[in-house]
């Protein structure tokens, strides 16, 4: 199973991107899909998950009500909208994804997308 994100890049302050991630190779069963983000020289840490099969959506206290995550109609895939970025969102941010595939439990990675919000 591989996690592959899409749609990051370089925007100003007060603008919009949306991130994809979509899971593919072996039969996969989502349960959670996740956003994670690194900036240079701290820790990652989780922006935003969902459950696949019912249960609320969460978000980090600095993204709340500017970051939506939205399932897609493709199956297991995920999409990030981030509104509103700040230079402080600056970061590689990767999917993640928590399933089953053949009756065994996975975590699963992308190799991360990075976004970079000017001032």
């Known amino acids: 199973v591989q996690l592959v994100e899409s749609g990051g890049g370089l925007v100003q302050a007060g603008e919009s991107l949306r991130l994809s991630c979509a899971a593919s190779g072996s039969p996969f069963e989502v349960g959670t899909m996740s956003w994670y983000r690194q900036a240079p020289g701290k820790q990652r840490e989780l922006v935003a998950a969902m459950p696949f099969r019912g249960g609320r959506t969460s978000y980090g206290n600095s993204v709340q009500g500017r970051f939506t995550i939205s399932r897609g109609d493709a199956e297991n895939t995920a999409y990030l909208q981030m509104n509103n970025l700040k230079p402080e969102d600056t970061a590689v941010y990767y999917c993640?994804?928590?399933?089953?595939?053949?009756?065994?439990?996975?975590?699963?990675w992308g190799q991360g997308t990075l976004v970079t919000v000017s001032s």
């Open positions: 993640s994804a928590y399933g089953t595939s053949f009756s065994e439990f996975l975590e699963v």
